[in-house]
């Protein structure tokens, strides 16, 4: 498995299914968690979903990532400036202390030394700063995860020891590594459901490679598993049930207290 996930090749589709922007409701409620003026570091900014948002609020936004056509993409979006630099969010250009804010959305289950990218987001943190996380990655109680975590069983057991999402496994985790850096949790700002599709449709997302979770699997490999995948799960779930998916988004709020 490669050190991270190469979105490179997603930039085009990416926003289809993820949302060009975040709603502009949820851009205020991270706005008046901060400063006017703020200088927010996006880690992962990817196609600047929130990056655009934020830098439409007058905020000065540095979206960072690694996969260059995803901030090309970001940077044909937007109308305020911004700033794009392509780098791994486990090694930041930026001064100690050099930002009031840091944004970390849909990233840490993809990066496989997230603990390091988190420890890079403290030291780049002013003290006092706000880190905003979304996981949004769903909940092990979920059908389309637990999709996925049998399509992971299905490659492992053909020998692809890490499939794909080498980094966090849960929220819960990235709570308590936050925690143990000396962040504090002040807040949780809720943001409804993802898109509604059904099982059959979240098959064949997997099987086209929209998904990363194909990426770095042999066409052989997924040739033999996807076909027992879409088995167990007829067997398992109505597959032409639409549901959301994640069930929910929601943003945490932490403070950079020690
Ligand atoms: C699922 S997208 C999320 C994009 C954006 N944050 C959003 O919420 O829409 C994940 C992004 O993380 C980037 N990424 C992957 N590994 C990374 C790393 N080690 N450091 C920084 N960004 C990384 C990918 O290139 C991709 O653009």
């Not at 006017?36 to 934020?54: E, F, K, M, P």
């Not at 420890?119 to 700063?129: C, H, T, V």
Request: some cysteine; hydrophobic content about 45%.
């Amino acid at each position: 498995m490669p050190e991270r996930v190469d979105f490179s090749a997603n930039a085009k589709i990416y926003d289809h299914r993820h949302g060009a922007v975040i709603s502009d409701q949820l851009a205020q409620a991270l706005a008046t968690r901060l400063p006017r003026g703020a200088t927010i570091i996006d880690i992962g900014a990817g196609t600047g979903r929130v990056s655009v948002s934020l830098a439409g609020k007058g905020f000065q936004v540095v979206a960072v990532d690694p996969a260059v056509p995803m901030l090309q993409t970001m940077k044909q979006k937007s109308a305020a400036p911004l700033w794009a630099v392509a780098a791994e969010g486990s090694r930041l250009p930026f001064r100690r202390n050099s930002a009031d804010s840091v944004v970390l959305a849909r990233l840490l289950y993809l990066v496989a030394d997230w603990q390091r990218l988190l420890r890079e987001a403290k030291e780049i943190l002013k003290p006092g700063g706000i880190l905003f996380h979304e996981w949004g990655n769903g909940d092990a109680s979920e059908a389309w995860v637990q999709v996925r975590e049998r399509a992971r069983s299905l490659f492992q057991e053909a020998g692809i020891e890490i499939p794909f999402h080498p980094g966090a496994r849960s929220e819960g985790e990235v709570d308590s590594c936050l925690r143990d850096l000396g962040f504090l949790r002040r807040d949780q700002i809720e943001a409804g459901a993802g898109p509604a599709i059904t099982l059959a449709d979240f098959l064949n997302m997997i099987q086209s490679g929209e998904l990363s979770y194909v990426w770095n699997v042999p066409k052989e490999v997924q040739d033999s598993c996807l076909p027992q995948l879409r088995c167990w799960c007829e067997g398992k779930f109505d597959v032409h049930q639409p549901a959301p998916v994640p069930a929910d988004l929601s943003w945490v709020v932490y403070e950079n207290a020690g």
